[in-house]
């Protein structure tokens, strides 16, 4: 039985919210809902970046006037607030001078931008919406410990925040070393290579080294200079030029059959159309039919049993 | 606000996906107890670095992951050792982890022998790509997910090939901690409202893939890489003269009201006209939201942050909250290893100061004394 069944839920979107914060609301609303709770949003047609959006964040959900008392209420910041229970999303914490953001300057804000892309290139944002997502994840763990502590009160998200709490990792080496990470491009550890059929994604631990050489076959990589991880990192993009030049004939299954048998954490990768029909997706029933389309179930099989997601 | 008072964890989880999760827990006011082995210890606990002589160093990652909570050493290869800690979890809410999948079942504390040692326990097993399928068991970290769920399909720029957010964010991993915490939260509401115990099967490949979910609604699009998005005139990053990046989103009624930023070429020079941060100034005070793409030094030195973050009083920088609920922060001390294994024994598994005497001699359970030992 899904956790939250008959709790109702109001998602309440204004005109003045932010289209990040409307998305992480609408995110946030929409595991709620696949979790069983009745939620009711006034999201207008026109909120979401386009019509794609708007069918997958919309699913479940009732439209029109809320019940009487919700349980709790999702709302912007720009929402006057009320004295009901609430999760309250915003750009910025609470109390902050007002600074015009949006979803993208505040990943450059967040220090995530200098850690993709090319150097001598613009950095670049994760996919489309992740920062208002990554919220949305945010504002439903704290409406789930609000209906389970059965409290009173406000709980306050803010895009910024989850930006700094993604990256924390950077802080923290930042405060040890006195450098922060930034982006490499080719210079990477881990990265995309191109191979005959599409590309693979180059991810490997210290221990994969030797299998990493195994799967390349090429002696240069058996140059004494590679040998220590911290030489590796410096010359990553000789590393990378050699792997590529030797996979450059060879497929990703071909790829991925050798690094399964020696545990190297590669992954080849799929299209988004790819994805859908890959045999691991379809094995676990990942993606349900809705509106015509195919799109992914929540992440969670709950004693070995997807959650359906309402129409 | 205190949601999880009263709610206990047994947090087997490591490195970051894990162990990030039941921070997240003790954050909401859970008690939350690290399992380690005499034999495994959390490889977060060494120094991640890639120099030799780093390698003994106490790790400021493990510190900034696991404050807040207690730990207990107990070898779970031993059979008197699995019997310790079904006794906890009798007495236990939740188990988090994160291991190989088959591990647990390997070492007989699967969710059955859980189930029946507490009927209302909830299990929450976060793993790569699930705990069933094909690719099951193939080792993942977190850039190996944002290949097979979609997400590096969709990174890139828009002249060129995918990419990874890499070794340095490993997103998939800080976004599963996020929504297993409130998975695990949504469970022990459930048991708590009658439900039996409940297994979660949470796989970051398929959280990966729900984090870009409207993509798959039309999966022959070409991939909309770049910086741009539909909802504004102009959106991308642009090298001021200092060499600075400065991001910009800028609306269509600000393109017009401003032609100086009206179109990218115009955008572009004027940006590279002038330092980052005059450039900023200029446009937020002209309501143009803009930032400069910031260091993580920079970042570290501003101290922009609420929550998210908390610095000690001697310096040191740890992981907070990606939300605020008006909670104080759990302790900021991570546990030493083993470190609280006979006080949970006495308090939660209810044995005698005798009997843990006995664990600890024959190598059953670690306390800080014998935990040196073992290092």
């Given amino acids: 039985m899904p956790p939250f069944l008959s709790i109702d839920i109001e998602e309440r979107h204004s005109k003045d919210d932010e289209p990040a914060v409307t998305e992480a609301i609408a995110f946030c609303g929409r595991i709620l809902s696949d979790l069983g709770a009745r939620v009711v949003s006034n999201a207008a047609e026109n909120t979401f970046r386009d019509a794609r959006t708007r069918l997958f964040l919309s699913l479940g959900k009732a439209h029109g006037a809320p019940a009487e008392r919700p349980r709790l209420a999702l709302v912007g910041g720009a929402s006057a607030a009320g004295a009901e229970t609430s999760v309250r999303v915003a750009l910025l914490p609470e109390g902050s001078p007002d600074i015009p953001m949006s979803e993208f300057t505040l990943m450059a804000a967040t220090g995530l931008l200098d850690l993709i892309g090319d150097p001598a290139r613009e950095p670049l944002r994760l996919p489309a ?9 945010a504002a439903f763990t704290a409406a789930a410990g609000l209906i389970r502590g059965g409290v009173a009160g406000s709980a306050h998200v803010s895009l910024l925040d989850v930006g700094l709490w993604l990256n924390w990792k950077s802080f923290v080496l930042a405060r040890e070393t006195g450098r922060a990470p930034h982006r490499l491009g080719r210079g990477a550890e881990w990265q995309v290579l191109a191979c005959r059929d599409g590309f693979i994604g180059l991810v490997y631990r210290e221990q994969d080294w030797d299998a990493v050489k195994a799967l390349v076959g090429d002696p240069r990589l058996d140059d004494p200079g590679f040998d220590l991880r911290a030489d590796r990192k410096a010359r990553s993009a ?53 509106e015509g389309a195919l799109l992914p179930r929540l992440p969670v099989l709950w004693n070995g049993s997807p959650l359906e997601t309402r129409p | 606000m205190t949601p999880l008072k009263g709610v206990t964890v047994l947090d087997l989880g490591i490195i970051t996906a894990g162990a990030a999760t039941s921070a997240l827990l003790a954050d909401l006011g859970a008690d939350v107890i690290k399992i380690e082995s005499p034999t495994y210890k959390d490889p977060f606990r060494i120094w991640v670095s890639s120099s030799p002589q780093d390698r003994d160093k106490l790790s400021p990652h493990f510190g900034a992951t696991n404050r807040g909570k207690k730990a207990l050493a107990v070898n779970l290869k031993e059979p008197e050792g699995r019997d310790c800690f079904l006794r906890l979890v009798a007495r236990a809410d939740v188990v988090v982890e994160n291991f190989r999948r088959g591990v647990l079942d390997k070492l007989g504390i699967g969710f059955e022998a859980l189930k029946a040692a507490n009927p209302r326990v909830v299990l929450a097993s976060i793993s790569s790509q699930g705990e069933t399928g ?85 999966p022959e699009a070409v991939p909309a890489r770049g910086n741009a998005d539909p909802r504004f005139a102009l959106q991308d990053c642009l090298k001021a003269a200092d060499g ?35 450039a900023v100034d200029a446009l937020t005070a002209a309501g143009i939201a803009a930032a400069v793409a910031a260091t993580g030094v920079e970042i570290l030195d501003a101290k922009p942050w609420s929550t998210a973050m908390i610095e000690t009083p001697d310096g040191a920088i740890l992981k907070g909250t990606p939300f605020d609920i008006g909670t104080p922060h759990a302790d900021l001390v991570a546990p030493v290893f083993g470190g609280d294994t006979v006080e949970v024994l006495e308090r939660l598994g209810g044995y005698s100061r005798e009997e843990i005497r006995t664990l600890i001699e024959r190598g059953i359970v670690a306390a800080p004394e014998t935990a040196e030992a073992a290092e």
């Fill in chain 1, 129 to 137: 919406g992740q920062l208002a997502r990554a919220a949305g994840l």
């Fill in chain 1, 238 to 290: 000789e590393i990378v030029a050699i792997v590529e030049e030797r996979i450059a004939d060879r497929t990703r299954a071909d790829i991925m059959a050798f690094a399964s048998a020696h545990r190297i954490p590669l992954g080849p990768v799929l299209t988004t159309a790819e994805v859908i029909d890959d045999p691991h997706s379809v094995a676990r029933g990942a993606f349900v039919k809705a």
């Fill in chain 2, 134 to 218: 094909p690719d099951a068991m193939h080792v993942s970290y977190g850039s190996t997910l944002e290949c097979v769920a979609g997400m590096a399909w969709l990174l890139g720029y828009d002249d060129g090939r995918p990419t990874v957010s890499g070794v340095d964010l490993n997103y998939p991993d800080q976004v599963a901690a996020i929504f297993a915490a409130g998975m695990i939260v949504s469970a022990v509401h459930a048991v708590e409202n009658g439900a039996e115990a409940v297994h979660l099967d949470l796989s970051q490949r398929e959280l990966t893939s729900f984090m870009i979910g409207d993509s798959f609604a039309n």
């Fill in chain 2, 244 to 278: 600075r990046w400065v991001a910009l989103s800028v609306r269509e009624a600000d393109a017009v009201a401003h032609p100086h930023v009206g179109t990218p070429t115009a955008a572009a020079e004027w940006i590279a006209a002038r330092p980052a941060d005059e």
